[in-house]
C-alpha cells in the first residue's frame, strides 16, 4: 500500500485511517479485535480514537475505546504495525478537560495505561482550549516528545485562525507544532473546510486526517426517507441534518459514478476524498468484516477527473 507523509512528522500513514469510535460501544471486544486484525492484514496501519470514547453512552465515563484498543495490542502483539491516534481535551467527569500542562501530563498517562502501551504516536488537542495559553500547551506537548511518551501532535476542531496562530506560535518559540488537523469534511460537510483551513493546511505542510467522512453514514446512501432513521443509533440524528435537497442530489450523484465505478456510494464519496490534494487520511469506521471490506475497496478506487467535476458540482454549497 502506498503510504502518506502525515505533515512534516516523519510519521507515514496508510490513505484511510479507521475510526475507533465505535470501539466498546456499537462494536463489542471480540468484533473489535477481529477489526483491528483485518485492518492491519489488509495492508492499513492508521488508527484513531480518543481518550473521551465513548462518554455519550449511558453507563459509559470515557476510555472504552482505548481500552478495547490496548487490549488488542496486549493480544496481537503488533503494536509496531500500527500508527495510533488518540486525543485529549474533551471533558472526562470531574473536571478533566481542556488542554492545560498539568491535565495533558495527567491525561496522556491515563491514556497510555489503557493502551497498554508506552508511546503514542499522535497526540492530538480534541478541541481548542481559549483559557490555556497555546505557548503553555505546545511546551507540555514537547516534554512528552522529550520523554518519548509521543511522537508527534495534531489538532481536532481548530478554526483556521487558531490552527494559525498555534503555528506561529510554535516557530517562533521553538515548539513542537501541529502536524496534522482533523476538522469536519466530507461531500456534504465541505464550505467551512475548503474556505480557510484547506489553503492554510496547503500552505503550512499540515496533514489532514477528516473525521464523519462519510457523513455519519449518510453517504452510504443509508438513508434516503425519514423512515430510514430507525436503521441505526444515530439514524434519526443523519437524517435531520442531511435528509434534504441538497444531500438527495449529492446521493443521486453518488449513485451515478457508483453505478459507472462498479462501486457502492460510500466507496465513491471516500475514494473523492483520498483524491483531494489536502487530504491525508479520512477516517471512517465500520462495525462488521463487510463495512470494513467496503472501506478497503474505497481506498484502493481511482475516480476519473470527470466522475470528480460531477461530484463537486453536485455537492456546492448553495
Not at 507515514?12 to 468484533?31: C, I, K, R
Not at 453512552?57 to 487490549?71: A, F, N, Q
Not at 501530563?105 to 497510555?112: E, K
Not at 472501506?295 to 458540482?313: C, G, I, P, R, S
Request: with cysteine; proline share 4%.
Amino acid at each position: 500500500m502506498q503510504l502518506r507523509s502525515l505533515g512534516r512528522s516523519g510519521l507515514q500513514v496508510s490513505p484511510l485511517a479507521f475510526g475507533g469510535n465505535v470501539f466498546g460501544w456499537t462494536v463489542d471486544e471480540a468484533m473489535s479485535f477481529r477489526l483491528l486484525d483485518a485492518w492491519l492484514d489488509a495492508g492499513f496501519n492508521f488508527v484513531d480514537t480518543a481518550d473521551v470514547y465513548s462518554a455519550w453512552v449511558p453507563g459509559h465515563t470515557g476510555g472504552e475505546s482505548e481500552t478495547l484498543i490496548g487490549k488488542w495490542l496486549r493480544k496481537s502483539g503488533r503494536r509496531n504495525q500500527v500508527v495510533l491516534a488518540t486525543k485529549v481535551g474533551k471533558p472526562m467527569g470531574e473536571g478533566r478537560k481542556g488542554l492545560s500542562p498539568a491535565y495533558i501530563r495527567q491525561a496522556v498517562d491515563a491514556s497510555l495505561r489503557r493502551l497498554q502501551c508506552d508511546h503514542i504516536d499522535l497526540y492530538q488537542s480534541h478541541d481548542d482550549d481559549s483559557d490555556t495559553p497555546l505557548e503553555d500547551t505546545l511546551g507540555a506537548f514537547g516534554d512528552l516528545i522529550r520523554a518519548g511518551k509521543v511522537r508527534a501532535i495534531g489538532a481536532s476542531n481548530y478554526s483556521a485562525p487558531r490552527l494559525a496562530e498555534a503555528l506561529d506560535v510554535a516557530e517562533r518559540a521553538g515548539l513542537p507544532r501541529y502536524e496534522s488537523l482533523q476538522p469536519l469534511y466530507n461531500l456534504y460537510d465541505r464550505k467551512v473546510f475548503e474556505e480557510a483551513l484547506e489553503p492554510l493546511c496547503l500552505e503550512r505542510g499540515v496533514g489532514v486526517i477528516n473525521f464523519y467522512a462519510l457523513a455519519a453514514g449518510f453517504l452510504t446512501g443509508k438513508y434516503r426517507s425519514e423512515a430510514d432513521a430507525a436503521k441505526s443509533a444515530r439514524g434519526a440524528k443523519t437524517t435531520a441534518t442531511y435528509l434534504n435537497p441538497r444531500g438527495l442530489r449529492i446521493l443521486a450523484a453518488l449513485d451515478a459514478a457508483a453505478a459507472q465505478h462498479g462501486a457502492t456510494p460510500g466507496q465513491i464519496a471516500i475514494a473523492w476524498q483520498i483524491a483531494r490534494p489536502s487530504i491525508t487520511a479520512p477516517i471512517a469506521s465500520a462495525t462488521s468484516p463487510a463495512q470494513l471490506q467496503e472501506l478497503v475497496a474505497a481506498a484502493e478506487l481511482k475516480l476519473d477527473a470527470a466522475t470528480l467535476a460531477a461530484l463537486d458540482a453536485a455537492s456546492a454549497e448553495e
